[in-house]
């Protein structure tokens, strides 16, 4: 497959194709999915694995005429919701066969899972957290069940919320991001149509930054090697 039939076939620009291989600019989300699904191929292994063309044509059996029903068997299709679909969230009718957007991700227990994109950066501290573009994925919760050491997907009536639960107090639920920069929220449990867990997280990008923790440490070790040792005081006979 040609540059340009893989643009043919994603409605993409050559220039914009070739803005994606100089790192000039990021394939949407919806585009990621379309690929995904298309190569029948999870969004993990495309978001973290350097794969020609070539090698994406592996992935579909009609395509290269060699068997990979393991490969299948082992992925789940899983709702993603995100700003393409945010109108869809609607209390009354929350189901899986609302979204037409999906995500093949490796095979997850028969518990009812749906990915979220994260929006902002409410959930990020230094390099640590989830960003823009990331995805988390979410398990069905209830009210009377929660963690205050969990993250939870907090659906409300034209958006949702990824924040962490802290208490319930008269009616009002008390939420939390853990952006320095965030002050605490609080949401009226009428307010909730739909509660997922967070459970698991899927990077857009990767970082190698250090933790709060090792950068302090570096610091101090730093700070013990410029400073020089005391002076002896001469003792007197």
């Known amino acids: 497959m040609s540059q340009l039939e893989f643009g043919q076939l994603f409605d993409l620009k050559r220039a914009t194709l070739g803005a994606y291989e100089e790192g000039r600019s990021e394939p949407k989300i919806e585009t990621l999915i379309k690929v995904a699904n298309h190569f029948s191929i999870s969004i993990d292994k495309l978001l973290t694995q350097d794969l020609s063309i070539n090698e994406l044509l ?139 867990k967070v459970n698991s997280i899927v990077r857009h990008n990767f970082s190698y930054g250090e933790t709060e923790l090792e950068t302090r440490l570096h610091q101090l070790e730093s700070l013990i090697k410029e400073t020089p040792p005391p002076k002896k005081t001469p003792t007197h006979k």
Request: aromatic share 10%.
């Open 58 to 196: 592996n992935f579909r059996t009609d395509l290269t005429g060699e068997a990979h029903s393991i490969e299948t068997k082992m992925l789940s299709k899983i709702p993603l919701i995100s700003h393409a679909n945010l109108g869809k969230l609607k209390p009354d009718s929350f189901k899986k066969d609302d979204f037409n957007l999906q995500i093949a991700l490796p095979s997850l227990s028969d518990q009812d899972y749906y990915a979220f994109e994260v929006l902002d950066v409410a959930m990020s501290q230094n390099n640590h957290g989830v960003f823009p573009k990331d995805l988390v994925i979410g398990s069905v919760a209830e009210l009377d069940n929660l963690n205050t050491s969990d993250w939870y997907v907090w659906i409300l009536e034209d958006r949702y919320l990824i924040r962490k639960f802290i208490a319930i107090t008269d009616g009002d639920i008390q939420i939390q991001a853990i952006h320095r920069g965030m002050p605490e929220e609080q949401i009226a449990i009428s307010e909730v149509s739909r509660l997922f």
